[in-house]
């Protein structure tokens, strides 16, 4: 069955390739964009499970938070910790706020200070929910911390409800638009190629990590 509905598949992209190579490129470019977004997000997933064995149902909502994050520091320029369950934010000032029409300098720094206090946001949440969370439950039930993850997720869901509201939170355009490549019918947006640049460091450095890890642990296991 799986062999028809692969065949089936690899037909009708042949297909389409045949027909309409142009379009069928221009898709592929943009599948490419969007799921090496989806495969970052998955090898957070991974790497978690491969290291404490553990589905972390919080992964995706600890993204949302960095998100927020690099919103206020875009939008107001400021560092902002939430104090949950209240809807105070502390905001430290960073002098990070940038627009499109920002001097390039701005720009840089406005970027580097996103991905520098984004991660370092999400690193001490992550950190502090296993310490918290699944650190006294490693030896308990898989059932255990598996409800526990649930329960974060929740948490941190509610914080940002409670930090940024229920509706859309937009991020200024602040690197230039437009398209690199126009050939053919064939586009290729500045998206897709900051996405393509970025990404695939973004996933292997953390695969590296994730195969030491696992060889360390099986050098532990063989030494015992």
Same mark, same amino acid.
């Given at each position: 069955?799986?062999?028809?509905?692969?065949?089936?598949i690899?037909?009708?992209?042949?297909?389409?390739?045949?027909?309409?190579?142009?379009?069928?490129?221009?898709v592929?470019?943009?599948?490419?964009?969007n799921?090496?977004?989806?495969a970052?997000?998955?090898?957070?997933?991974?790497?978690?499970?491969?290291?404490?064995?553990?589905?972390?149902?919080?992964?995706g909502?600890?993204?949302?938070?960095?998100?927020?994050?690099?919103?206020?520091?875009? *939008?107001?320029?400021?560092?902002?910790?939430p104090?949950?369950?209240?809807?105070?934010?502390?905001?430290?000032?960073?002098?990070a706020?940038?627009?499109?029409?920002?001097?390039?300098?701005?720009?840089?720094?406005?970027?580097?200070?996103?991905?520098?206090f984004?991660?370092?946001?999400?690193?001490?949440i992550?950190?502090?929910?296993?310490r918290? &969370?699944?650190?006294?439950?490693?030896?308990?039930?898989?059932?255990?911390?598996?409800?526990?993850?649930?329960?974060?997720?929740?948490?941190?869901? *509610?914080?940002?409800?409670?930090?940024?509201?229920p &509706?859309?939170?937009?991020?200024?355009?602040?690197?230039?638009?437009g398209?690199?490549?126009?050939?053919?019918?064939?586009?290729?947006?500045?998206?897709?190629?900051?996405?393509?640049?970025? *990404?695939?460091?973004?996933?292997v450095?953390?695969?590296?990590?994730?195969?030491?890890?696992?060889?360390?642990?099986?050098?532990?296991?063989?030494?015992?």
């Amino acid at each position: 069955m799986g062999a028809v509905l692969a065949a089936s598949i690899g037909y009708w992209l042949i297909k389409n390739a045949v027909e309409s190579p142009d379009r069928f490129l221009e898709v592929t470019l943009i599948g490419i964009t969007n799921g090496s977004i989806y495969a970052l997000v998955a090898l957070g997933y991974t790497l978690v499970y491969g290291i404490i064995e553990l589905i972390n149902f919080a992964h995706g909502d600890n993204f949302m938070l960095g998100t927020f994050q690099t919103n206020g520091i875009v *939008n107001a320029g400021s560092f902002q910790i939430p104090f949950f369950p209240t809807s105070f934010v502390l905001a430290i000032p960073l002098g990070a706020a940038a627009t499109a029409n920002s001097s390039s300098g701005q720009k840089i720094y406005t970027i580097l200070a996103c991905l520098f206090f984004s991660m370092l946001f999400c690193m001490v949440i992550n950190v502090s929910i296993e310490r918290i &969370g699944y650190k006294p439950l490693r030896n308990q039930p898989k059932l255990a911390p598996l409800i526990t993850a649930i329960g974060f997720s929740f948490i941190l869901q *509610n914080i940002g409800l409670a930090w940024k509201g229920p &509706g859309r939170v937009p991020i200024p355009d602040i690197l230039p638009k437009g398209n690199i490549i126009e050939t053919h019918g064939i586009t290729i947006t500045r998206p897709f190629v900051d996405t393509s640049t970025v *990404n695939p460091n973004s996933l292997v450095h953390p695969e590296l990590l994730s195969a030491h890890e696992r060889l360390r642990r099986r050098r532990m296991m063989a030494q015992a």
